[in-house]
């Protein structure tokens, strides 16, 4: 996941705790919100906050909220290992899998499920570079499976295209057919999901943004960076970094 440069400590843990306990008296979905404001404002100790309070009731959950914590892993777990701080990740890499494992044992074929499984075992190869082969080859095997179940499933799409994004050249890497995935899990967000504080939706379009600019396609990242603002205009890292500065590199490039 792209993560945003910087956190800001804006929240207490008693303070997320008495909003999320007023939340559940009052039978409202609970975690969403929250984590889509540490993600536009940068905030990561908010969002690991928000995640240990999912954890205190992690042994009594339903297999959706369970995904949704591995989500809510998946999302940490990236941003750790983006600011190496490996021995963390790992922590948070087991925690996810046991709870994957758990969601696969009772059903095996379940394609999000399996394409995260795929992802976390590749996240185990952030923290230790020597078990790359044999674990690149299980990652894979799983990501692939979850695709060829069901093509059109957002997580199969997305994770996928990583696999094809990071993977080296030699070895089936294609950072063309992984944007064609990225735009195509877009396509699919965009019709199927609610977008309103999907923190998903956004760091997809700024992975597809970021590509464009590697590519010195500096025209196309400003398109999907007004975008982006455009659904969400307080998205601190786009809004004061990512955005002026591809705006003034594509005016430059004009001249």
């Not at 464009?212 to 809004?239: D, G, N, R, S």
């Amino acid at each position: 996941m792209e993560r945003p440069k910087y956190i800001a400590i804006r929240i207490w843990f008693v303070s997320l705790l008495l909003t999320f306990s007023s939340a559940v008296a009052m039978g409202q979905t609970t975690y969403r919100e929250p984590i889509y404001l540490a993600y536009i404002q940068g905030d990561m100790s908010r969002w690991e906050a928000i995640i240990r309070l999912m954890e205190e009731r992690s042994d009594d959950i339903t297999d959706e909220e369970r995904k949704e914590l591995v989500g809510y892993y998946y999302g940490y777990i990236g941003f750790l290992l983006g600011t190496d701080q490996k021995d963390k990740a790992q922590g948070y890499i087991t925690k996810g899998e046991k709870h994957l494992n758990a969601l696969l044992k009772s059903a095996p074929n379940d394609v999000t499920a399996l394409a995260y499984k795929g992802s976390f075992i590749g996240f185990r190869i952030g923290t230790n570079k020597f078990k790359a082969l044999t674990l690149g080859k299980e990652s894979i095997s799983y990501i692939n499976r979850a695709y060829k179940l069901d093509s059109q499933n957002v997580q199969a799409i997305l994770d996928k295209g990583n696999l094809l994004y990071h993977m080296p050249g030699m070895f089936g890497g294609d950072k063309k057919e992984a944007v064609r995935l990225y735009e195509k899990a877009v396509l699919r967000m965009e019709k199927h999901q609610n977008l309103k504080q999907n923190w998903l939706y956004l760091n997809v379009l700024t992975t597809i943004a970021r590509h464009y600019e590697e590519e010195k396609q500096w025209q196309k990242a400003v398109l999907i960076y007004e975008k982006i603002l455009q659904q969400e205009p307080e998205f601190t890292w786009v809004k004061d970094t990512l955005y002026p500065a591809a705006k003034r590199t594509a005016a430059k490039n004009k001249k």
